[in-house]
């Protein structure tokens, strides 16, 4: 089984700064992780996934996240934030090879604002 | 492509009363699933369907929630009797397959108040 920590609850950063949003992991097996975006009263979007390779993945809208198997840590980077960045960000953590396939355990969120 | 579709975007019940909601997947996407939302917290997976068989309903409540997939394509998800702990965003997802971590995509949801 798998679970995922995300370390803060709420982000408050002013437009054009630079954010970090922090998601811990643990589990037995390898994993694939992931990152979600959640719009408020819209479903969730992927912003960008780990499945194997390079360490440093990019996504959509400027993101990208670096996975850190030593310190089991999936956390997400942007350099510069905007307005419409505001949003609930989830991180996701999947088994590799279960036999329950891409069951996606999700952390509790984090809700980035960004003010101007 | 059209995305995950879902009925109804709202609904407002009355405690001990039943609900029905309906998801069409992206077509051709042969893994389905069930997620609850509650406020303040993340998704979390409630059955999943590869076709029309049950992958994992580990974490269903069985007591009061049901679920089919007809013919491998849509599903609906029932609560009867529904508790105040039920509301919450009911989020439909779909897969081209399960495992290898293949990309999930979400539809809006529905949203459930019980009162």
């Known amino acids: 089984a798998q679970s995922v920590t995300q370390l803060d609850s709420q982000v408050p950063v002013f437009e054009e700064a630079p954010v970090e949003l922090r998601c811990n992991y643990s589990?037995?097996?390898?994993?694939?992780l992931f990152w979600y975006v959640q719009y408020p009263n819209q479903g969730l979007q992927l912003l960008l996934k780990y499945l194997s390779g390079s360490t440093l993945v990019k996504g959509i809208n400027g993101f990208e996240a670096e996975f850190n198997k030593s310190q089991t840590s999936f956390h997400l980077r942007k350099p510069s934030v905007h307005i419409s960045d505001t949003a609930e960000y989830f991180c996701a953590v999947s088994g590799v090879g279960e036999t329950s396939g891409s069951r996606l355990t999700f952390g509790e969120g984090t809700q980035l604002t960004v003010n101007p | 492509e059209a995305g995950v579709a879902q009925s109804p975007r709202y609904k407002i019940i009355e405690k001990r009363q039943s609900v029905a909601f309906w998801c069409n997947p992206i077509?051709?996407?042969?893994?389905l699933y069930w997620y609850q939302q509650i406020l303040g917290q993340g998704p979390k997976l409630l059955i999943q369907?590869?076709?029309?068989?049950?992958?994992?309903d580990s974490q269903l409540p069985k007591d009061r929630f049901s679920a089919e997939r007809l013919k491998g394509v849509d599903s609906t998800l029932k609560i009867q009797p529904a508790k105040l702990e039920d509301s919450a965003v009911y989020l439909c997802?779909?897969?081209?397959?399960?495992?290898?971590?293949?990309?999930?995509?979400f539809g809006e949801g529905s949203w459930l108040t019980v009162v």
């Open positions: 369907f590869q076709n029309n068989g049950v992958v994992d």
């Open positions: 997802a779909s897969s081209q397959q399960g495992g290898l971590g293949n990309t999930i995509y």
């Open positions: 077509s051709g996407h042969a893994t």
């Open positions: 589990s037995s097996v390898s994993v694939y």
